[in-house]
C-alpha cells in the first residue's frame, strides 16, 4: 500500500506560469507560504493542489508540456477561468473577507451575492480535485481565507480523511466578524477540518467566540465538539527560513551593496519600510508619523532619511490607485516642506527589488517601521531581524500586526496615535548602541528559535495527533445504522399492545428561539393522526410544555396529552386533565421571586411558569453572559436541592426547578400498571428528563435517542427529520430511508 502523503491545498500554486520567447514555463514564486512550505514539500511525498494562474494565453499545443512540468514539481492545477477569478479572487476574497478580517469594513463590498455563488463554486471546485486526488490515510492542510468552505465539503465526502486549516490573516473579533452576512457558512466550512490553525491567541480567541455567538458551539480546553467529532484549535505562529536569510546576509557582494546604501545616506541614519501595496499596511498613517516627527522636531529635518519601498499591487484596483495616489501626494507635501537643499526626508520607491537588494536594505537600516493597522503577521519584521548579524537596527512594530505577539523587545507602537509613534521612531533613531544589540540579540534568536520549517513540522505533528483523536472519548455513539434500525422495526411490529411514547421540542421539531415559535406543522399533525389510526397502539405526547399549550395545538387529536413531564394527563378524546400530586410545591413563590430577579439581570432571559414548577430560559441572552448567569443561577440553587421535594434540571439553554418524583418515568410506571403489564413501548426523546421514561421501560419496549446528546440507550436517530422519518416507517411495516441527510450546504437565503 502506497505511504501517506500531504496534500497541500492553497489558492495559488507555489509556481507562476510564464511565456517568454514563445516557450511556456512554470517557475518558483516567491512568498512567504511557498517558503514556508517548500521544506515539507522537498522532502515528504507531497501533492500541492491550488490554481496555477492565467493560463488562458497558454497555446493548446503547450498544455501538455506545462501539465509535464507541474506534475514533475508535484504541483496539481486548478483551473479557472477569469470570470471565476475575478468573483471569487477579487470580488468575495478580497473585495468582502480581506477587509473584514482588518476591520476596514468601510472597504467591505456592499452587493456581493453574486461574488458569494463563484466564493461557492470555486471551494467545490478545489474540494473536487482533492477529492481525486486523496488516498486514504493522506494528510489534507488547507491554506487561508479563499478556501474557508472546503474543510466542511470534504468532510462530507471524506469523513474519514486527516483534515487541517491554516488562517493566516487576522480573525476579527466577533462584534466585527459577524457583519458577514454568511458568517454561519465561513464557520461551519472551516468546523469540517480537525485542526484550524492561527498565528495568534488573541486570533484563537476571536475565532472562539464567533462560533459562541453565531453557532452557540462552546470552545473548552482549545476543542471544540461537534458531536460524536471535534474540532481542535491551535496557536502556531509561521516563521521565516531564517538560515537562508542569514546566509544571504553574509554574501560578501549583499554586504558591499548594503555598505553603498549606508554611505549614500551620508551622516544621516536611514529609516526603512518595505511593504506591498495595501491599505492594510498603515503606509499613510506611517508617512504622517513622519510629518508629525518633524512638526515636534524641525532640527531633525536633515538628521535621517525614510526610504519606503513599496511593492506594487493589485493595480487595476481604483481603491489601490487610489492609495497610490495618496501617498504620493503625502509624501510630495513632506519633502516640499521639510526638504533642504541637500537631502528629502523621505524617498519613495514603488517597484520590486531583488532579494539581494532587499537584504542589503535591511541591513543598512538604522530604523525598521513595521506598523499596519492590522496584519496577520508580518514575515518583513521577522527578515529584517533576521538578516542584522551585526545585531544593529531597531525594529518599531505595530501592536495589531501577529508579530507583535512573539517580537516583544521591538519598540510597539499604535498606528492611530501619531503622536506617540513620532516619539517612538524618535526613541528608536536615539538608542543606545548597547540597548539595541540587546533588543536585536534576543529578536534573532525568537526568529531563529521558531522557523518556517519548525512551523510546518509543528502543525503537520499536531494535525497527525488531531486525526488520530477525531472521536470524541466517551461521547455519544453514531445513530443507529440500517440494519440495527431494521431490526427495532421488526421487533417492534411484533408488539401485540403498542405504546409510542413521544417528546416534543427536539424530537418531533427542532428548537426554537422561544417555546412558543416551535410551532407544530401540517405534517406532523398527520402524522400523530395516522399513527393514532394504526390498530393496537396508542399514542402519547409526553412533554415538559404546559397543558394550555399541548391543549392548544394538539387538543383536537385522538391522542394521549401528558404535560409537565407529566404531572398533568390528559386522556385521548379528553379534556380533564388529572394532577400526578395535589396542589403546588410550598417553595414555589420563593423560587419564582428568585428567578425574577435573575431575570430582570439578565436580557432576554424569560420564565416559563408551571403549576409543578418554573422554568428560566436563556436562549435569547448573549451567549456568554447567558452561560456566566446560568452558571451563578445553579449555584444559587443548589442550596435549595437540601428541600426534599425539589430538583433542578439543566435542559437546552433552559434551567427547570421542579417538584421530585414527578418526572416522565411515572407516566410509563402508571401506563404499565393500567394494562396490567401487557404494555409495551416505543419511546422517543432527545434530552435528560427522557432517561426517566427509558429507564422506566425498560425490557418492556424499545427506547430511542434523538439527536447527538448523551443517553443510556444504545439506540440513536440523528435529528427530527429522521425521527419523523422512523415512525413513518413504523406505519408503513417496511423499511424506508430514516438518514435524511442535512449536510451542511455552504449557500445563504436573504
Not at 262 to 282: E, F, S
Request: glycine letters at 8%; hydrophobic letters at 40%.
Amino acid at each position: 500500500m502506497p505511504e501517506p502523503r500531504i496534500l497541500l491545498v492553497s489558492n495559488r500554486l507555489p509556481v507562476t506560469v510564464k511565456t517568454e520567447h514563445g516557450k511556456t514555463k512554470a517557475v518558483p514564486s516567491p512568498g512567504g507560504l511557498a517558503t514556508a512550505l517548500r521544506g515539507p514539500h522537498e522532502q515528504a511525498d507531497s501533492l500541492w493542489i491550488g490554481w496555477p494562474g492565467d493560463t488562458s494565453r497558454v497555446e493548446p499545443a503547450d498544455r501538455p508540456g506545462l501539465e509535464r512540468q507541474l506534475a514533475s514539481l508535484r504541483c496539481h492545477p486548478v483551473p479557472l477561468s477569469p470570470t471565476e477569478v475575478a468573483h471569487f479572487y477579487d470580488g468575495f476574497s478580497n473585495g468582502v473577507l480581506w477587509p473584514l478580517y482588518h476591520y476596514l469594513t468601510d472597504k467591505v463590498e456592499r452587493e456581493a451575492w453574486s461574488n458569494w455563488r463563484a466564493y461557492v463554486e470555486v471551494n467545490q471546485k478545489f474540494a473536487e480535485a482533492i477529492q481525486s486526488r486523496y488516498r486514504p490515510g493522506d494528510m489534507i492542510w488547507i491554506h487561508d481565507y479563499q478556501l474557508s468552505l472546503v474543510p466542511a465539503i470534504l468532510r462530507n465526502r471524506l469523513p474519514e480523511a486527516t483534515i487541517g486549516f491554516f488562517l493566516h490573516i487576522p480573525f476579527p473579533s466577533s462584534e466585527v466578524f459577524r457583519i458577514l452576512p454568511w458568517r454561519t457558512e465561513i464557520l461551519q466550512g472551516m468546523l469540517g477540518a480537525d485542526l484550524i490553525g492561527f498565528h495568534t491567541y488573541s486570533y484563537l480567541h476571536h475565532f472562539s467566540r464567533a462560533l459562541l455567538h453565531v453557532l452557540d458551539l462552546p470552545v473548552a480546553d482549545g476543542m471544540v465538539r461537534l458531536g460524536h467529532r471535534q474540532a481542535l484549535l491551535g496557536v502556531f505562529p509561521i516563521g521565516i527560513d531564517a538560515p537562508e536569510f542569514e546566509a544571504l546576509a553574509a554574501e560578501p557582494a549583499v554586504q558591499e551593496d548594503a555598505r553603498q546604501i549606508r554611505a549614500g545616506n551620508g551622516p544621516r541614519q536611514m529609516i526603512l519600510g518595505v511593504d506591498r501595496l495595501d491599505y492594510t499596511k498603515g503606509l499613510t498613517r506611517r508617512l504622517m508619523s513622519i510629518e508629525r516627527l518633524l512638526e515636534r522636531e524641525p532640527a531633525w529635518r536633515d538628521r535621517f532619511r525614510y526610504v519606503q519601498l513599496i511593492v506594487p499591487s493589485r493595480e487595476k484596483v481604483d481603491a489601490y490607485a487610489a492609495l497610490r495616489r495618496e501617498l504620493d501626494e503625502l509624501a510630495g507635501r513632506i519633502n516640499a516642506t521639510w526638504g533642504t537643499i541637500s537631502s528629502l526626508p523621505v524617498h519613495s520607491l514603488y517597484r520590486g527589488v531583488s532579494r539581494e537588494r532587499l537584504v542589503a536594505l535591511y541591513q543598512a537600516a538604522d530604523v525598521m517601521l513595521v506598523t499596519p493597522l492590522r496584519d496577520g503577521m508580518n514575515l518583513v519584521a521577522k527578515e529584517f531581524a533576521a538578516c542584522r548579524h551585526d545585531e544593529g537596527g531597531v525594529l518599531v512594530l505595530s501592536e495589531f500586526a501577529g508579530a507583535a505577539a512573539e517580537l516583544v523587545e521591538a519598540l510597539t507602537v499604535n498606528p492611530y496615535d501619531l503622536d506617540r509613534m513620532a516619539l517612538q521612531i524618535k526613541r528608536a533613531l536615539q538608542m543606545p548602541d548597547a540597548e539595541r544589540q540587546s533588543r536585536m540579540r534576543s529578536l534573532r534568536a525568537r526568529v531563529r528559535g521558531f522557523d518556517a520549517h519548525l512551523w510546518a513540522a509543528t502543525f503537520l505533528e499536531a494535525l497527525r495527533a488531531a486525526g488520530g483523536q477525531r472521536l470524541v472519548p466517551g461521547a455519544a455513539p453514531q445513530v443507529s445504522d440500517e440494519a440495527e434500525l431494521e431490526k427495532i422495526l421488526e421487533r417492534i411490529l411484533g408488539f401485540a399492545h403498542l405504546h409510542v411514547v413521544l417528546d416534543y421540542d427536539g424530537t418531533l421539531v427542532p428548537f426554537a428561539d422561544t417555546p412558543d415559535l416551535a410551532i407544530p406543522d401540517p405534517d406532523l399533525f398527520s402524522l400523530l393522526q395516522e399513527l393514532a389510526a394504526r390498530p393496537q397502539t396508542q399514542i402519547h405526547l409526553l412533554s415538559g410544555r404546559t397543558r394550555a399549550g399541548l391543549e392548544r395545538w394538539f387538543g383536537h387529536l385522538p391522542i394521549f396529552l401528558h404535560a409537565e413531564h407529566g404531572f398533568w394527563s390528559r386522556a385521548a378524546g379528553s379534556r380533564d386533565w388529572r394532577p400526578l400530586m395535589a396542589g403546588p410545591p410550598a417553595w414555589l413563590p420563593r423560587i419564582r421571586s428568585l428567578l425574577e430577579k435573575v431575570t430582570r439581570e439578565t436580557p432576554g432571559s424569560m420564565i416559563e411558569e408551571k403549576s409543578n414548577g418554573v422554568v428560566w430560559h436563556y436562549r435569547l441572552v448573549e451567549p456568554d453572559f447567558g452561560h456566566l448567569r446560568a452558571a451563578a443561577l445553579l449555584q444559587t440553587l443548589r442550596k435549595e436541592t437540601a428541600q426534599p421535594d425539589l430538583e433542578v434540571l439543566e435542559g437546552e439553554k433552559a434551567i427547570e426547578i421542579r417538584r421530585k418524583g414527578a418526572h416522565k418515568g411515572m407516566v410509563i410506571q402508571r401506563l404499565f400498571e393500567e394494562s396490567a403489564g401487557a404494555a409495551q413501548f416505543l419511546a422517543l426523546g432527545d434530552d435528560r428528563t427522557d432517561e426517566d421514561m427509558f429507564q422506566a421501560i425498560g425490557a418492556h419496549g424499545v427506547a430511542l435517542h434523538v439527536g447527538p446528546g448523551p443517553s443510556m440507550t444504545p439506540y440513536r436517530l440523528e435529528n427530527p427529520p429522521a425521527a419523523r422519518a422512523f415512525l413513518r416507517r413504523l406505519l408503513a411495516g417496511g423499511p424506508r430511508n430514516v438518514h435524511p441527510k442535512q449536510e451542511v450546504s455552504p449557500t445563504h437565503e436573504r
